[in-house]
Each structure stands twice: as C-alpha cells, then as structure tokens.
Antibody, heavy 118, light 109 residues
Framework: QVQLVESGGGVVQPGRSLRLSCGASGFTFSDYGMHWVRQAPGKGLEWVAIIWHDGTNNYYADSVKGRFTISRDNSKNTLYLQMNSLRVEDTAVYFC???????????WGQGTMVTVSS | EIVLTQSPATLSLSPGERATLSCRAS??????LAWYQQNPGQAPRLLIY???TRATGIPARFSGSGSGTDFTLTINSLEPEDFAVYYC???????????FGPGTKVDIK
C-alpha cells in the first residue's frame, strides 16, 4: 500500500545538525513532488519545503531558508531534510507528504519528533 | 505573502449537526485550496482539493466550496470521528510556496 515512513528524529542541542529521512513505498516515487511539513507541540501545521519530482527545483519557508536543505534519492525512494543551525523554535513533529494533484498534499507519513534543547 | 484566516477557532456541535468552517485568504487566489482533517496524535488527512473535489475515500458528508478569497468546508451530519482539527491550505503561484491556515477545532458540545 502507499506509505511514507519518516526517521531520524531525536534530541539535539541548539546550533547542531540533524538529517531526517522519509522512505516511500507503494507508488512511483520519482513521479511526485515531495514536501516536508512540521507541527510544533500544540500548534498548527507549518509548511517547510518542497522538492520537484526530479529534484531540479526546491523551495523553502522563510523560517528555514538557508538552514535546511531538502533532497531526494529516487533510486532509493527516499526523501531527506538536512537541518543545520537548529534552533529551539525548530522543535516539532516533522511530516513528509506527497505532492498530489492541484497542489494538495495527498499522502502523509506519521511524523518524526525533533527536539532542540540544551 | 498570502495569509489564511480560519473561523471560528473552535466550533462546538453535537453529533448529527452540520458544521460550517470558513477559510479566508488575504488576497484572491486560484482554487488550489485544500482542506485537511487531523485527529490528536495522527497525521493530517486530505479531505478536499481544488476547493471542492473530495479526495479518494472521503465520505460525501464532506463538501467544499468557494473561490477568490472565501472558502467553506461543510460537514453534514457530524459523525463521532469527525470531531477533529481542520486546516485549509493553498499554494501561491510564483514562487510555489505553501501556506496552512491556523485551524478550526470541531469539538463535542
């Protein structure tokens, strides 16, 4: 079945780095753009980044631009989020999501928790 | 930057009642407006895309409407599993950035 599974979350100190992964199965990964979306504890959803199906383009929310990098390996059906210079306010559950028709995010993973704390 | 506003913040209703949720954009947008449902501790689920098209497997009691700056999600005859938080989301054209509204919580009266 169509599935996205995130991994790589954990506790990290401010200023350090972390890389999240999102494994895809049940669909042709290379046909779809992919997103990262995050949700701070008790808060709403915040879109983080998008990467084109072939990796040729990517865009970021202003809050993470210059610190986070989205990438993908279509041969491994895997999406990544490299997070550098982490801040306390980056603490959140990070979801990967598939870019479906007409700009909707149609498949979501269960999320991985990132805690930035000293 | 397009800002989305959702109202009300909380909607208290009983099972069987109708829920009407509003999403307003700060400027006129295309109909690339989507709605999601999120239950506590779970990932969001796509309900509606293109303002009014139900996603695969979504019950007919969910409907979306609107264009321009004003959009509505209607849930006819609330079921127990419908008590959740609902988010609207859109995509700007250039650059293609995505925005979520702050959410409306539908809780049991």
């Amino acid at each position: 079945q169509v599935q996205l599974v995130e991994s790589g979350g954990g506790v990290v100190q401010p200023g350090r780095s972390l890389r999240l992964s999102c494994g895809a199965s049940g669909f042709t990964f290379s046909d779809y753009g992919m997103h990262w979306v995050r949700q701070a504890p008790g808060k709403g959803l915040e879109w983080v980044a998008i990467i084109w199906h072939d990796g040729t383009n990517n865009y970021y929310a202003d809050s993470v631009k210059g610190r986070f990098t989205i990438s993908r390996d279509n041969s491994k059906n895997t999406l990544y989020l490299q997070m550098n210079s982490l801040r306390v306010e980056d603490t959140a559950v990070y979801f990967c999501a598939r870019g479906g028709v007409l700009a909707a995010l149609d498949i979501w993973g269960q999320g991985t928790m990132v805690t930035v704390s000293s | 930057e397009i800002v989305l506003t959702q109202s009300p913040a909380t909607l208290s209703l009983s099972p069987g009642e109708r829920a009407t949720l509003s999403c307003r954009a700060s400027q006129s947008v295309s109909t690339y407006l989507a709605w999601y449902q999120q239950n506590p501790g779970q990932a969001p689920r796509l309900l509606i895309y293109d303002a009014s098209t139900r996603a695969t497997g979504i019950p007919a009691r969910f409907s979306g409407s609107g264009s321009g700056t004003d959009f509505t999600l209607t849930i006819n005859s609330l079921e127990p599993e419908d008590f959740a938080v609902y988010y609207c989301q859109l995509r700007s054209s250039r650059p293609p950035l995505f925005t979520f509204g702050p959410g409306t919580k539908v809780d049991i009266k």
